[in-house]
């Protein structure tokens, strides 16, 4: 299986790597221009209320403020912040004006300063006076959903959906088994927060549009539609981003900003703090969910009923397309005869809660793998036996889409990973140490999901990419990628450096820019690599190609008997007679009098599933709650590792990030106000480098036939099996049984209280 | 931010002046860890800022008259590694190696962080186990010590006046006895405690003598526990003891927690309302765990 290949699979640091290090490398809100203006906005001051007034008479007296913009002098126009492309207008319902009068949560924008300096935006901020009209307030779902309640917008505040296959009401079984789940709101916590800068050309009457987003065209799409400008004269393009994690696939001040740009016709920047970050981009939603299942008493799966209330908080946004997602991953790990999915949305007075790494797969994992971990313990079986008696096989269809599953590897992942992690001997050894019954007590848990590699069958999955030889021999790749900080230009490079035998510091290859690039959805559904690895796989193998020709013109030789070899062109037996890139395109201009570049477009038209299993174990202190991850092994069915380190770290961000999902994470809502009660790190103790297990990763290299080199994606999935193995292992470590997340210590505690 | 006047001396004598020129409006910058944060975040504009970084004596750690003098500006970190409080004032050192990331140690100062007087303060607890002393400098460049239990009068809140600055703090020398320091915390390094626990105590055999106690981070200010030494004292301590110990501060926390006016607002549920009286179990466990090793003084696990 080993193929002899120079850069695919080899462990290379990412290359953007020294700028990190050095803190030279430039982010979007490193930017400065002369002249440049800069934004701040003042936050609303009620949960829930009618602005009646706003004096901004002492705001500017401030030196410096050139601008202040509240609901009485910007458009009356509402836009969609989900938006992936122009075709998908209704992806997200237009809720959302750039400013509204209505205020429907706390610390909701209600004006904006732009001014010469941060600091001078800042005071004035401070100076504007707003006077509002209190309206009650809905800050749970159950409030929000009475028909009495305040609604929030004209659609009301609830979004309902329900999918079902088979008839689960209709099956005859002998064994019920019912569990609850709740997840609580999280932060990205992306390093870099939100930031845009958007410059209006008064000469060209364009304008120019720099974000770290999930996708350029999407931008666009918004942007020109809300400013009514054609695609020509908006240009967008994406800077080094500091980390995503879902935070920056929504529109949250690219329309603001680019409106201001263009009213002023100046060069704007706006960076949010880490307190408007937490409260004014998105949070991850909670959620509460009811699973019910029948299941016979071999074990084997009849059918799963789930009834899922998602908090959206203020507005919809994004949030009705991730509930049916949910619902829509039902049917993704084990074969399921009968699926019913009830999933509603409910807008509160709280803050937005929206995108989040693994769109939905985390929260689906979550229900359905909590629940299964206690259907096992309810018939005496062991989970692994559990899911290997139930997951999906090679090519099997899954029944809500009816797409094939392609080459999903569910049963590796299971079998590999319980043998390197040695669950039945670890199990064995917790029940041991548990039985002298001391302050310690020891647990095991696993749980197994899948993820998806391209937006298919939703959307048809195309890609494109540009390469051209450079006069030196040097390469020039245009494809329109979205790196998170996590490393899918360098795994583009080595695509390319692979096929063209170029050495990486050779290749040229920007991030997307509307201006220069072929289209592209943006970066999502952990496609980047898949999708687009295979467009700059091809695209590279046609240059090479047309570089043959012009060699065996140059060479006098038939161009099927052209060798490439370490850069290298030659034919047999003459193989003395080498010609490299540089002298291959030199013949291809001068003399043949044809440049040598290529364009491709590729079509995947599948969605092999990702596996992905966790194992974990955790020693848990009675005395303190506290919970210690003394081992854990996350296994991934990657197809192939383009970078084996880079894919290592997104296992162990996942595990990082499932952790505090499971154990410690929570942007806490105040039941009262609504308010959001954390808003910085203080209190947020996430789990950081002194507490973080050595995780071990298992890698399951079996090549993907449509993928480059037979690659699938790796980025969201790992973050989907951690809480549910997490919260097994407390619950086999203490005879519990929680699914209220996070399991704080306070939770454990209370738990361990209602045992005794 | 911003600050109409910046002060730095770099002698004792420019710092007496520069005290002259404070008002209750100005601050003292003595490392900045809080400081700068507090700024931004309550849009403060502070008339004068009085920084202590250039004062030499201010720094250094030093043996005087059975006493161990600790500048104000020596940091969380210098302190931590130091020979002789590691050798003296174990406590401190323990508490000085967990205070905030490493980054923070680095700048943060004890003199700071006195001054700061958050009720999760790793060094007053400290300061308290070792009736230590606050030396207090005025604009008339006169010093004066006070007890440390008396330097804290509430949340934020001490006895300082706009025109004072804290010099040093002084810790009798007592040789012959051993201390600990450990705190609870949602993370093992870069938190903010919970519950911390300071005891210090002499050692004949496996019995403890002159047992003293002090829990931080509880109420406004760190209490002194009387009850350590009359369940402890000339005990072999055991599961008995260590449960006794445990259930009279846990009964000391619900009453602080029942007589508070108003509830911590991250406390939403019952179960987090009650948290630190149940897991208080947890750091007896641990303190005296420490407590009945048999430690080397010198020894440098902390």
Known sequence: MEKDYHYIGKALSNDGVYGKVTGSAEYCSDMESVGMLHMKCKAGEVSHGMITRIDSEEAWKVPGVRAIYTWENTPNRYFDRGRVSLTEADNAPNQERLFDRHIRFYGERVAAVVAESVEDAEEACNKIKVEYEELPLAVSMEAAMQPDAPQLHTSGNVYETQTSYGDYGGVQSECKYQTRVHIGRM??????T????????????????????????????????????????????????????????????????????????????????????????????????????????????QGISLDVCMDSGAYQTISPSY???????????????????????????????????????????????SHWNYVAKQLGMDPVEFRLKNHLQYGDREVLHGASVGEVRFEECLRQGSERFQWQERKAACAKKNQKKGRYRYGVGMALCSHTTSFYPYQTEVASAAARIQDDGSLVVHVPIHDHGCGTVMAMKKIAAEILQVKLDRITLNEADTE???????????RTVYTLGRAVKECCEKLLGKAKMVAAAQLGCADNTI??????????????????????????????????????????????????????????DTYTGAVEIEHCLSVHDVGRAINPDMCRGQIGSGIQQGIGMALREEIKIDPITGRALITNFKNYEVMNAADMPDYDSLLIEEEEETGPFGAKGIGEIVLAPIAPALVEAVNQALGTELTTLPLTPPVILEAIKEVE | MACEQYIQPDTLKELVTGLAKMTSDSVILAGGTDLIIKLRSRHMNPDCMLSLCRVPELKSISESGGYLRIGAMETHDNIANNTLVRKECKALAMACSHVGSQQVRNKGTIGGSLGNASVAGDMLPVLVLFHGLVEILDSAGKTRKVDAQEFTLGIGRTILQPQEVIMAVWLPLQSHRESCFIKLGGRREVTIAEISLAFSWERSGQHFHKIEGVLGAVDTKPIYLQEVDEILEDRKVGKYEMDL?????????????????????????????????????????????????????KSKNI
């Not at chain 1, 932060?187 to 870099?192: A, I, K, Q, V």
């Not at chain 1, 400008?229 to 920056?248: A, E």
């Not at chain 1, 999933?343 to 929206?354: D, E, F, H, I, Q």
């Not at chain 1, 370490?566 to 890139?581: C, H, I, M, Q």
């Open chain 2, 245 to 297: 110990l445990a259930d009279s501060l846990s009964k000391r926390i619900r009453a602080i927690r029942e007589n508070r006016k108003r509830q911590p607002r991250l406390r939403i549920q019952e179960c987090e309302k009650v948290y630190k009286e149940r897991a208080v179990k947890g750091i007896v466990y641990d303190a005296l765990e420490i407590m009945m090793r048999k430690t080397d003084k």
């Open chain 1, 187 to 192: 932060t990205h916590l992306s390093m870099e």
């Open chain 1, 194 to 301: 939100q930031c845009v800068r958007a410059c209006y050309s008064k000469s060209e009457r364009k304008l120019t549009v720099w974000t770290g987003t999930q996708t350029v065209y999407g931008a666009r799409a918004t942007i020109a539609e809300f400013l009514d400008m054609p695609f020509s004269k908006v240009r967008v393009i994406k800077p080094l981003m500091g980390g995503s994690f879902g935070c920056k696939q929504e529109m949250i001040l690219e329309p603001l900003v680019s409106y201001v740009a263009k009213d002023l016709q100046a060069d704007v920047k706006f960076v949010y703090t880490r307190e408007e970050q937490i409260v004014n981009a998105m949070l991850k939603h909670s959620l509460d969910g009811q699973i019910e299942s029948k299941v016979d008493r071999e074990g084997t799966i």
């Open chain 1, 516 to 526: 220069n690039m072929p289209y592209d959805y943006g970066c999502y559904a952990s």
């Open chain 1, 563 to 620: 060798l490439y070899e370490n850069g290298e062109f030659f034919s047999e037996p003459n193989l003395d007679r080498r010609l490299n890139l540089h002298e291959v395109w030199k013949y291809s201009v001068f003399t043949m009098g044809k440049d040598l570049y290529e364009m491709c477009t590729t079509n995947a038209n599948g969605n092999p599933g990702t596996a992905g299993a966790h194992f974990t174990q955790v020693k848990v």
């Open chain 1, 323 to 369: 509930l049916r997602t949910i619902g829509g991953k039902l049917g993704k790990v084990y074969k399921m005869k009968n699926i019913n999915y009830h999933g509603r949305a409910v807008c509160t007075t709280t803050p937005v809660n929206g995108s989040f790494r693994s769109w939905g797969s985390s929260e689906a994992t979550m229900l359905v793998e």
